[in-house]
């Protein structure tokens, strides 16, 4: 009897474990638990570098036709959080961004991918930059595994309007989140 409960509880363990590892997963290589120079904004105060990081998606879920991206700080003192990052019409067939892709001038950005505009008024990555002593802000980065192969919007479009088009449209979601204060 305990070697038949010792087998179904080893059975469980194994089962739950390698259906954990094919979960919708983001990961990157240039960003950690918290957010550094190279990634803060320049400019509103801020003197980072403003480079996106690197991000790498995996185990998109059956019927993705695209991705999208977004980072977004709910501590941010607006009333509204702040969206620094707002990038869709990601191609289904890619998954991964390189560093920086989020300035529009490299034109690192997947063929046919949209970066519309920020809370900072601008297209392309914003990076942190919360009120010096305001403490930590949590930036949270998703990516999005999408229905449709397009939004049908275009890079004037605010943030809030793609959130709606994209909650929508999502077949699942996977995030990362890192912190920075000044």
Known sequence: MKKANLILVLSLIISTVSIAQNTFTLSSNTLGGEATKLHEFNGFGCSGENQSPQLLWKNAPEGTKSFAVTMYDPDAPTGSGFWHWVIFDIPSD????QSNTGNVELNLTPKGAIQSITDY?????GGPCPPEGHGFHQYIITVYALKTEK?????????????FNLWNQTLAKASIVAYYKR
Request: aromatic share 4%.
């Open 151 to 163: 939004l049908g919007l275009n890079e004037n479009t605010n943030p809030a309007v793609v959130g």
């Open 94 to 97: 890619v998954n991964e961004l």
């Open 121 to 125: 008024g601008i297209k392309g990555f």
